[in-house]
């Protein structure tokens, strides 16, 4: 009974890099949810995907940032040209949808941008 | 004004003392709220949620909500060292987006 699961944990990249963050949801949750950590920062939401289909990526920078939810395989979320301002954990979270849209977590993955 | 509001400490307390950590709120749209507990390096991992004004009891977990105040609290009886941790409050509206306090973070001396 796997949570959601994150991969990498880690990752080093490059100024002009791009850089790809997958999350598996937990069994049975069709939402996922994406959110960045910054140092001395709460979390904050960027993009809400289902199947196939991004829901709300209002809180996405405009440039550079991407994410999907393909039919079959994890959720990705691609960084382009990556800068050192990007450094941050960034947190996957799915939830069964529904009239409680309880969010869980998995245990992110930590961008370093050198 | 921010939309949800936690002092972020750092809180020292003993082992054995009631903690008590606290949020306020600015938007009457939300109707979910939760307490995350995020260890150091780790993702947030949910410890209650509520709906309605009142209190929510889980073992040592006591969660708290006003909704006329906009005050939510969760209360830790009987502190141990393992609650160590940083504790997030969030709040969840009509849409899906969670909104987080920046954290508590707790240390429970042994």
């Known amino acids: 009974n796997a949570g959601v699961m994150q991969n990498p944990r880690h990752l080093v990249r490059r100024r002009g890099q791009e850089a790809r963050l997958r999350c598996s949801p937990m069994?049975?949750?069709?939402?996922v949810y994406w959110y960045r950590q910054l140092p001395e920062e709460g979390l904050k939401f960027m993009v809400y995907?289902?199947?196939?289909?991004?829901?709300?990526e209002s809180g996405m920078p405009k440039e550079r940032f991407s994410a999907e939810f393909p039919k079959e395989g994890p959720s990705i979320l691609r960084i382009q040209q990556v800068v050192r301002g990007d450094s941050a954990a960034y947190f996957c979270?799915?939830?069964?949808?529904?009239?409680?849209?309880?969010?869980?977590f998995g245990a992110g993955t930590r961008l370093s941008v050198l | 004004q921010k939309e949800v509001e936690q002092d972020p400490g750092p809180l020292s307390v003993p082992e054995g003392a009631i903690v008590s950590l606290n949020c306020t709120y600015s938007?009457?749209?939300?109707?979910?709220f939760m307490w995350y507990r995020q260890y150091s390096r780790k993702g947030p991992e949910l410890l209650m949620y509520?709906?309605?004004?009142g209190n929510k009891e889980d073992g040592r977990f006591t969660a708290q909500v006003d909704k006329s105040s906009k005050y939510i609290s969760l209360f830790i009886r009987d502190s141990q060292p393992s609650d160590s941790a940083t504790y997030l409050c969030?709040?969840?509206?009509?849409?899906?987006?969670?909104?987080f306090g920046k954290g508590t973070l707790l240390t429970v001396n042994p």
């Open positions: 979270a799915s939830s069964p949808g529904g009239l409680e849209n309880i969010q869980y």
């Open positions: 069994k049975g949750h069709s939402h």
């Open positions: 995907l289902q199947k196939e289909n991004i829901i709300d």
């Open positions: 938007n009457s749209a939300f109707q979910y």
């Open positions: 509520t709906y309605s004004s």
């Open positions: 969030a709040m969840l509206g009509s849409n899906y987006k969670l909104t």
